[in-house]
């Protein structure tokens, strides 16, 4: 988005492009297949368990059935056809026991292998996974898998009362204000998405001011975004004693990282709604989506969710998750364990609704990254998705003059990507920081076993 073109235009033209991007966007996601699920689902989703369970054991056993005849890691396991049982839920468990855990590190080594063969490559489109090594493997997925993951977002946000032609604001990574923009306006506009993006790469001090009142000035029902920028801007609000009142929004909806108390607290207070949160990751194998009593509801259409238990107490019990994606026809993850810990509630939701709850999932924690100029920065981490020459990175900050980067480089690792790595940082971080880029064998791990992308002494979450 931000190449030296997009850049030297004036903001009017830059707004301009974001409205095309987002009306290419809009034009990939409401497709018909979209309505279709979106539709159904809304009623599965207000149903009871029953109906459920028998969709999900369905659309397993097709997957099953797929994976063992075109998808050659799962074909050389011999394994077995789908249980067949009177209830589903024993069809459903039994099968699944009969596969083994897929490990990541089992993805990493071949993830071609998970390519189903029965899908042609053009309806492919490539992406990445969350990496637990802050760095990204490739992944493969269909514009209905994507279709379904969104038809699980607007069944939340619609549960709330959200429109199709509500406005609303942003708050997520793209870059769409250049670095050395220093005077407001903060965020662009995309015109048919009914979307202002702010940007999250301005948020110095003395420019909380404008984004404060960029919130209360521009159109908006509902907010979306990261738990840290949001927390980030409505500490600014309260601290000027401008909060939106109570009523304004239908609720502001978060993605991406753990929504931490704290976080939740300010952001419900400055932006006067409800947050819903929601859980999901870019394999398309799991989705999980808040309800008004603050738990997460698995969104069952979508995907299997079963807990490794190490720990289990009165109504819950605790473990890393083990993922079944029921969408995901491209590249099918059956059993896989995604690298986060969730705490599974062992009794209905007193929202009513039933099916799977959980009361919190551990997804990542990171630090901001802050510049010499004071602007606090998040997900940096999202660098290293692009670029896959890099196994593992970690950034390391302990004063605003400088970061060190530790990478361990794949064979691909050359010069040229070396190069790439550095403009990606000076783009969201600008000319002035000193940074550091260092190879090493290994990164350690946090005494919890996760993985952190970003440790600064300077711009710790709290
Ligand atoms: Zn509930």
């Known amino acids: 988005m931000l190449s030296n073109l997009y850049g030297s235009l004036p903001i009017f033209a830059q707004n301009w492009a974001c409205s095309w991007a987002g009306y290419k966007r809009s034009r990939q996601r409401f497709t018909p297949y979209f309505w279709r699920t979106l539709s159904a689902w809304e009623e599965s989703g207000n149903g009871s368990l029953a109906p459920l369970h028998a969709l999900q054991y369905e659309r397993l056993r097709s997957l099953v059935e797929r994976a063992r005849i075109y998808v050659p890691h799962y074909r050389d396991m011999d394994l077995p056809p789908a249980a067949e049982r009177s209830d589903p839920w024993d069809a459903i468990r039994e099968t699944l026991s ?35 090594t802050g760095t990204a493997l490739p992944l493969w997925y269909t514009a209905e898998a994507l279709a379904e993951e969104y038809a699980t977002i607007w069944r939340m946000r619609r549960r709330e009362g959200v429109d199709f032609r509500d406005w609303y604001q942003a708050f997520g990574g793209q870059i769409i204000v250049p670095f050395k923009q220093e005077a407001p306006p903060f965020y662009r506009l995309n015109r048919p998405g009914r979307q202002f993006l702010h940007s999250l790469y301005h948020m110095a001090p003395e420019n909380m001011g404008a984004y404060v009142d960029a919130v209360h000035n521009l159109p908006a029902s509902y907010i979306i975004g990261y738990p840290s920028s949001l927390h980030l801007v409505g500490r600014a609000m309260l601290e000027r004693g ?75 019990e605790r473990g890393p998750l083990l993922v079944t994606g029921l969408g995901n026809d491209a590249t099918p993850f059956i059993r896989y364990r995604i690298g986060d810990l969730g705490t599974r509630l062992t009794s209905p939701c007193s929202c009513g609704r039933e099916g799977d709850v959980f ?101 710790k979450q709290s």
């Open 98 to 132: 009969s596969f083994p855990v897929l490990e990541k590190a089992h993805y990493r080594e071949t993830p071609e292998r998970f390519l189903a063969e029965d899908i042609p490559r053009s309806r492919m489109i490539r992406g990445k996974t969350s990496g637990t």
């Open 242 to 316: 401008r909060p939106i009142p109570r009523g304004r929004l239908k609720g502001i909806f978060t993605s991406s990282e753990s929504l931490l108390a704290f976080h939740k607290e300010t952001i419900e207070e400055a932006f006067g709604a409800r947050i819903y949160d929601r859980y999901g990751t870019s394999e398309f194998a799991v989705s999980m989506t808040m309800c008004a009593a603050g738990r997460l509801h698995v969104d069952m259409e979508f995907g299997i969710v079963e807990v490794d238990v190490q720990e289990s107490g009165d109504g819950w």
């Open 359 to 459: 009361a919190d999932v551990d997804g990542r924690i990171e630090d901001f990254v802050v510049t010499p100029d004071g602007r606090r920065i998040g997900r940096l981490d999202h660098i290293f998705k692009d670029l896959l020459d890099i196994a593992e990175a970690q950034i390391l900050q302990d004063t605003e003059a400088a970061i060190d980067v530790l990478i361990v480089p794949r064979e691909s690792y050359n010069r040229a990507a070396e190069e790439r790595l550095l403009r990606e940082m000076r783009s969201r971080l600008g000319d002035s920081i000193k940074i550091d880029i260092r190879e090493v064998e290994s990164i350690p791990r946090e005494p919890n076993g996760k993985f952190r992308a970003v440790r600064s002494r300077v711009g």
